[in-house]
């Protein structure tokens, strides 16, 4: 089928056989060089105007686009489902570590009182008729940079009295664990209490030195962290040693504070991870200062 053209030099009407489409050479005419166009609707002919309709064209890219779609969110949810767990886990982590930083901050605060008065605070003060006063973590509170607070606390009065109660919004940082989801900016309760009873280093209102730690500082519990444990930080009030024996080791209100277990501050100012599986006996001789028990630390 003979391919009819104009020359774009000379204008002059042509024709060639069909096997020379697409070829170029010289004008029979003018001799200039030009391109042989290719027959209308044959492949690799004139290209179609912008905006003109191909509904198999169009189709085709919509059920393309629709699979590549499809293929994007499938990715992405297995994506987030593989991702979602680690992401979990490194929080955790990261809340764990600050939750030891904060009892090792304690621990020190502990200490440097030690250094100060050779003893460890007691659990709590008591009035002339025996009434409790204030608790160790206030009167810590120069050891914690707390010391703006503590200058405006009345140790003579109640923990609660309305002369003290003007710093109760002044609880340190450390005393709040970021695992508690309950316990959030602004609240005034603790997560960080003492193991106290007969036997314990803060064993109420007596005061008890490191040499009195005669099963070893590094096997002895000093504080251990609590979620949901309702107290306020300045409150004269801890976890009673028969309790952290029975039921310490879980994340539950007033045990532990997180998965697997608890972190606790042990007299020599190291922090460990209790698991919750911790048997009881043990959790008894971690507690007390001079049982003479064994102790084998998780």
């Known amino acids: 089928m003979p391919i009819s053209y104009s020359c774009p030099h000379c204008g002059n009407n042509l024709s060639v056989a069909d096997q020379y489409a697409g070829q170029t050479g010289p004008c029979a005419k003018c001799g200039q060089p030009i391109t042989i166009p290719f027959p209308k609707g044959v492949v690799g002919g004139p290209v179609p105007?912008?905006?003109?309709?191909?509904?198999?064209?169009?189709?085709?890219?919509?059920?393309?686009?629709?699979?590549?779609?499809?293929?994007?969110?499938?990715?992405?949810?297995?994506?987030?489902?593989?991702?979602?767990?680690?992401?979990?886990?490194?929080?955790?982590a990261a809340r764990r570590m600050q939750c030891m930083n904060n009892l090792k901050q304690i621990a020190l605060a502990l200490h440097n009182y030690h250094d100060t008065y050779n003893a460890m605070p007691p659990a709590y003060t008591?009035?002339?008729?025996?009434?409790?006063?204030?608790?160790?973590?206030?009167?810590?509170?120069p050891y914690v940079e707390g010391s703006a607070a503590y200058?405006?606390?009345?140790?003579?009065?109640?923990?609660?009295?309305?002369?003290?109660?003007?710093?109760?919004?002044?609880?340190?940082?450390?005393?709040?664990?970021?695992?508690?989801?309950?316990?959030?900016?602004?609240?005034?309760?603790?997560?960080?209490?003492?193991?106290?009873?007969?036997g314990t280093i803060l064993e109420g209102e007596k005061a008890h030195g490191?040499?009195?730690?005669?099963?070893?500082?590094?096997?002895?519990?000093?504080?251990?962290?609590?979620?949901?444990?309702?107290?306020?930080?300045?409150?004269?009030?801890d976890m009673d040693l028969n309790a952290?024996?029975?039921?310490?080791?879980?994340?539950?209100?007033?045990?532990?504070?997180?998965?697997?277990?608890?972190?606790?501050?042990?007299?020599?100012?190291?922090?460990?991870?209790?698991?919750?599986?911790?048997?009881?006996?043990v959790r008894q001789a971690m507690a007390t200062r001079a049982g003479g028990e064994v102790v084998q630390l998780p």
């Open 49 to 92: 105007p912008t905006g003109a309709k191909s509904a198999g064209g169009a189709s085709v890219v919509f059920v393309i686009l629709a699979i590549v779609g499809v293929g994007v969110l499938a990715c992405g949810g297995v994506l987030v489902a593989l991702l979602l767990p680690a992401v979990q886990s490194a929080r955790e």
């Open 126 to 141: 008591v009035d002339a008729t025996g009434k409790k006063l204030h608790s160790w973590r206030t009167i810590i509170l």
């Open 244 to 281: 952290f024996v029975a039921q310490y080791g879980g994340p539950s209100p007033g045990k532990g504070g997180h998965p697997g277990g608890a972190n606790v501050a042990m007299a020599d100012g190291s922090v460990r991870f209790v698991p919750s599986t911790t048997p009881a006996q």
């Open 210 to 237: 490191i040499r009195d730690v005669l099963d070893g500082t590094s096997n002895t519990v000093m504080v251990v962290e609590a979620t949901g444990s309702g107290i306020h930080w300045m409150e004269p009030r």
């Open 151 to 198: 200058g405006q606390i009345d140790l003579n009065e109640p923990w609660d009295s309305p002369r003290n109660q003007s710093v109760a919004g002044m609880m340190p940082a450390c005393y709040r664990c970021p695992n508690d989801a309950t316990n959030g900016p602004g609240s005034m309760y603790t997560n960080y209490v003492a193991v106290s009873g007969v």
